[in-house]
């Protein structure tokens, strides 16, 4: 949201649009894990976010977020290799579908990333205004 926010600032609209959807997304796998987790009587702790991070430009923003879904990829990969291996099918299909999910949106943030390869050497992409 807060990545949002910041591009709708430099006048980018449609990066704008794209980080809204991720947003949503991102808060459908929130709702899917809290509802798992209270499910198997486990309370959610969301007190260990992550800070927000932000960049001077839409490239570094989206080089920060695939260094983020790298991340969660592993972790979920992690996670569902972890309940296969302890017969827990029915979490471990849950995690898979949180992998799958995150390894798309790895996949579109590398493919937007490779679309605006050299445009950051060009300045029209230095935008900080904080």
Not at 98 to 122: C, M, P, Q, R, Y
Request: hydrophobic share 45%; charged share 25%; aromatic share 8%.
């Amino acid at each position: 949201m807060t990545q949002a926010n910041l591009a709708d600032v430099w006048g980018l609209r449609e990066a704008a649009d794209r980080f809204r959807h991720e947003t949503v997304e991102e808060m459908r796998h929130a709702e899917r894990i809290v509802k798992r987790m209270l499910g198997v009587g486990v309370v959610p702790n969301s007190s260990q976010l992550r800070p927000v991070t932000l960049a001077g430009n839409l490239v570094g923003l989206l080089r920060q977020n695939a260094v983020l879904e790298a991340e969660i990829v592993a972790l979920y990969d992690e996670a569902t290799r972890f309940c296969q291996s302890i017969d827990d099918g029915e979490s471990a299909e849950f995690f898979q579908g949180l992998l799958n999910d995150e390894i798309a949106h790895a996949e579109e943030v590398d493919a937007w990333l490779k679309s605006l390869s050299g445009f950051e050497t060009k300045g029209w992409n230095d935008r900080a205004y904080f």
